[in-house]
């Protein structure tokens, strides 16, 4: 049986080894995916997580869905649960759990 840690480790080298070029294709591809879906048009509120270590680029969803006055949500991790926050901008964010961007206490 494969581990958590196993996979993590696994999907984080395939990550790795995809190049900026096509990471930033991919990306675009995908955001325009949901954009085409209709279904950002149909919610409220969008969650989103901060991208780190060649993970998909949420940048550009978090931009169209405050161009389009959606309430944008990032995770913040509060003791062994994950709560979601209103951000307005993501570079706001920084480093929490696991180095991994998030609101800040304060404003959380």
């Known amino acids: 049986m494969i581990t958590k840690e ?11 080894a995809i190049t900026p070029a096509e990471s ?12 085409n879906s209709g279904a950002l048009k149909k919610a409220c509120t969008v969650a ?6 060649g993970e998909v680029d949420t940048r550009p969803i ?9 309430v944008t949500a990032y995770p913040r991790v509060n003791g062994s649960h994950l ?6 901008d993501p570079d706001d964010l920084k480093p929490g759990a696991f ?10």
Do not use: C, D
Not at 28 to 34: E, K, S, T
Not at 83 to 88: D, K, P, S, T, W
Not at 99 to 108: C, D, L, N, S, V
């Open 83 to 88: 709560l979601f926050y209103a951000v307005e």
């Open 62 to 70: 978090f931009e169209e869905s405050y161009a389009r006055a959606k």
């Open 6 to 16: 196993a996979l993590r480790r696994e999907f984080l080298a395939r990550r790795q």
């Open 99 to 108: 180095g991994i961007p998030e609101p800040r206490a304060e404003t959380a």
């Open 24 to 35: 930033r294709h991919k990306s675009r591809a995908i955001a325009q995916r949901l954009f």
């Open 48 to 53: 989103l997580y901060a991208s780190t270590r």
